[in-house]
């Protein structure tokens, strides 16, 4: 993998600008070097070498002159004609159209912006890089060439020797043929070889970038539990009497200046909605009664997946951090791995639900919590490129309680996405949740309610005011174990609690349309006498029902006396 770090070349007179530089390129986590005088870095430049020169001039004062000396030396040099520049120029297109005239890259003007002068960089480094690539493809293609002629040449000699020996042994022959043979294979290996490294590394490198996309950085927590808060989305109650209401006010409103065609379609909804308030309004408080004895057992699961490398064994991490504590970014802007040195480990983050049933410290929840990177194609598409997905840690954390539980796999279902495992709870008490796994548990039309962690981390810091949730990210370094852990002491980790009705029943699947998102899969389904009825498994946007369950029934295997817990939980 390519753990080089670019280098910077910089060249400002003025002090103050020179540090504010410097601190710019060092958090896109290049390599900087700076001067005060164009000698100087050109010293440097044709001795150590750099990949971007950021060279300060006054284009209409006497730095002019040396500017475009230093540029034109530049350009003549073998050692550093590939270097791309960027000048630093007064305010103004005259002067950037000058800055270009000389030959730079690029020019932008003083007063910069930090973010677009960074941005400037990455794009020159950008296709620097690939004109390295181009040139290392012309490289190899050279190399394979010659090496065609040195198999073509050794054919000919062999040719010319068999015409002119008649009486050559023929095992001779053979051995010269055999020569040849070998040639065009290495020259075959070589180019295979060559282009499997470019591909795989292409390949492990973007994988990781759509994966880091992912992972909740500070900047994405704070967003994210802002929009909840204003939209109030997911309170901890369900679609409640006051909100059903105006959702019927609002379409009454809509009915008025409808065409016909979309008045029906309004009707329809109107209907919906008045029949779910009259069901709300007979079934009373009964949600209540049961968020006040179950909540306190239904717990947020934090899985940390990391990936080991097939061939030695040896676990992915980045190359490095910058001063923010980000991975270190090639020019390509995605991050720069390695599986030597003592950098982080690249891990992934997942969120789900669980809760206690049978035994104590057995925990229900669903596969694709427990194994992530079932059915899950991009931490598959990584077995591809030479890397196993592999369970880091596990941790649970219970409403009411400060500690971090760790667990571990116990048991994944071969028939649905339901998984045990094996909390650690020390001397912690928690009700175990009563289980319906009849026929008749589930009963179309009746009313549900949903217990998860749906959003995972936002959702939890939603309920803080902004200052709080920006306190806490600050204090952990935006690491995801110390954020709960805060969150955890400060008594914030509760379910989401939602409640809705059972549209339909399948044989395997409870269509309902309590909500939730990503973050509740494992949650449990509980029917109206506070039964769990079910295992939530799955958000369908766009779709009437909205959600998926699985019938608690089929968790009934994996909570079987006996049981023997399974050992081995990494990708194959």
Request: glycine share 10%; charged share 20%; net charge negative.
């Amino acid at each position: 993998m390519n753990n080089i770090r670019e280098k910077i070349v910089i060249v400002e007179l003025d002090e103050a600008s020179r540090t504010s530089l410097v601190s710019i390129m060092e958090s896109g986590g290049y390599e900087v070097s700076a001067f005060s005088t164009a000698r100087e870095g050109l010293d440097t430049l044709q001795h150590a070498g750099a990949d971007l020169l950021l060279l300060d001039t006054d284009l209409f004062g006497a730095g002019a002159v040396s500017a475009r000396e230093m540029l034109t030396t530049i350009r003549g040099s073998a050692v550093t004609a590939s270097l791309r520049v960027i000048v630093l120029v007064g305010h103004g297109a005259d002067n950037r159209a000058a800055g270009l005239d000389l030959g730079a890259d690029d020019a932008i003007s003083r007063p910069w912006d930090a973010t677009e002068l960074l941005a400037r960089a990455r794009v020159q480094l950008r296709a620097l890089r690939a004109d390295q690539q181009l040139l290392e493809k012309m490289r190899i293609a050279t190399e394979g060439q010659q090496i065609a002629h040195t198999a073509f040449d050794a054919l000919a000699v062999t040719e010319r020797m068999a015409s002119n020996a008649v009486l050559l042994d023929k095992r001779l022959k053979i051995g010269l043929a055999a020569v040849f043979v070998t040639v065009v294979v290495m020259a075959a290996v070589y180019f295979l070889f060559a282009r499997t490294a470019q591909k795989d590394l292409k390949s492990t490198t973007g994988t990781i970038a759509r994966l880091e996309r992912r992972i909740l950085h500070q900047e994405n927590l704070i967003a994210d539990a802002r929009r909840l808060r204003e939209e109030q989305g997911f309170a901890d109650a369900a679609l409640g009497k006051d909100e059903l209401q105006k959702q019927a006010q609002d379409l009454k409103a809509k009915m008025a200046n409808a065409s016909s065609d979309q008045g029906t379609a309004l009707q329809k909804e109107l209907d919906d909605t008045n029949l779910r308030l009259q069901r709300i309004e007979q079934e009373g408080d009964s949600a209540q009664n049961l968020i006040k004895a179950d909540v306190e057992s239904v717990c947020l699961l934090h899985v940390s997946v990391a990936f080991r490398n097939q061939q030695n064994g040896q676990r992915l991490r980045y190359a490095g951090l910058n001063q923010q504590g980000e991975p270190l970014q090639g020019s390509d802007g995605n991050p720069i791995l390695t599986l030597e040195g003592n950098g982080p480990e690249v891990k992934v983050d997942i969120f789900g639900t669980g809760f206690p049933v049978g035994s104590a410290g057995r925990v229900v929840t669903n596969r694709h919590v427990a194994e992530p990177w079932w059915n899950n194609d991009e931490l598959t598409e990584l077995t591809s490129q030479g890397f196993t997905a592999e369970i880091s840690s596990i941790h649970a954390y219970f409403p009411g309680d400060p500690r971090a539980f760790s667990g571990e796999i116990q048991e994944i279902s071969k028939d649905a996405d339901l998984a045990t495992m094996r909390i650690d709870i020390k001397d912690l008490k928690r009700p175990l949740l009563s289980i319906d796994a009849g026929k008749g548990a589930a009963v179309t039309g009746e009313p549900i309610v949903l217990m998860g962690y749906a959003t995972g981390l936002a959702a939890i810091l939603a309920r803080t005011d902004e200052d709080t949730a920006q306190q806490i990210l600050t204090h952990s370094g935006g690491d995801v174990s110390q954020v709960l852990d805060e969150l955890a002491h400060r008594n914030l980790i509760h379910p989401i609690i939602t409640q809705g009705h059972i549209g339909d029943i399948l044989p395997d699947k409870i269509v309902f349309d309590a909500q939730t998102t990503n973050g509740g899969s494992g949650g449990p389904l509980f029917n109206r006498q506070g039964k769990v009825i079910g295992v939530t498994y799955a958000v369908l946007k766009g779709f009437g029902g909205s959600n998926f369950g699985i019938p608690i029934r089929f968790s009934e295997p994996l909570l079987a006396p006996g049981v023997a817990p399974s050992l081995a939980h990494a990708a194959n």
